[in-house]
């Protein structure tokens, strides 16, 4: 049975050790004494399951944010060294406003 990472993450202990005993792979040596936290991406390298996961961000566009920020982040610098607390403020909390934007679109 094919699986993907999601499924054997939200497996037990028992059903991932049941799912390695029928694999022979050097990744999954000793799964017996391994725990959930090493057995799950042992499973997947001995499977060829990719772990990453890959986020489809809809109706926002990621790389024109990012170079936004990256913008801010110069004139964050120049707040820095001309000591403007206030504008340094201002910066620091548009930054964190746009990497939110992106983190909760990628939920």
Do not use: F, W
């Not at 990472?5 to 390695?20: D, F, G, N, S, V």
């Not at 050097?26 to 499973?43: C, R």
């Not at 489809?56 to 790389?63: A, E, R, S």
């Not at 024109?64 to 964050?76: C, E, F, M, T, Y």
């Amino acid at each position: 049975m094919a699986y993907t990472y999601e499924q054997l993450k939200h497996k037990t202990l028992a059903q991932l050790r049941e799912i390695a005993a029928g694999i022979q792979h050097d990744a999954v040596q000793g799964h017996t004494q391994m725990n959930k936290e090493h057995l799950v991406p042992a499973i997947c390298t001995a499977l060829g399951i990719d772990i990453h996961t890959h986020h489809d961000v809809v109706g926002l566009n990621k790389t024109q944010i990012k170079a936004h920020i990256k913008g801010l982040k110069a004139k964050r610098d120049e707040a820095v060294s001309a000591h403007d607390h206030a504008r340094l403020r201002q910066i620091r909390r548009r930054i964190h406003r746009m990497k939110r934007t992106i983190h909760k679109a990628t939920i």
